[in-house]
């Protein structure tokens, strides 16, 4: 697709990651976020982007789209993602069509 991916194992390195790299001033065009992760889960790596997107005072247009993916989407789970600052939630598995 002509995009380079920067993959984390699990919330946590994916919090650090991006913060090295907004540190940088490098941004995302696309943050896909897993729901479900070891260590530290989809719902509060959103919410620490969303907090450091703040901290560097990001302008509306620089801040990231962040597309929650699950394999349980429900109104109760798009709930969530939305209160956790995702911008949208798509379901698992993701085709590069759907992509």
Do not use: W
């Amino acid at each position: 697709m002509g995009y380079t991916a920067v993959v984390a194992e699990n919330g946590r390195v994916a919090l650090d990651k991006f913060t090295s790299f907004v540190q940088q001033g490098v941004l995302f065009e696309l943050i896909l976020m897993d729901i479900i992760m070891p260590v530290m889960g989809g719902y509060e790596s959103t919410q620490g982007i969303r907090q450091i997107e703040e901290d560097f005072k990001l302008t509306s247009l620089e801040k990231h789209f962040i597309c929650g993916f699950s394999a349980e989407v429900n109104p109760e789970t798009a709930k969530k993602c939305e209160k956790s600052g995702m911008n949208r939630i798509l379901p698992k598995p993701m085709s590069a069509t759907t992509l």
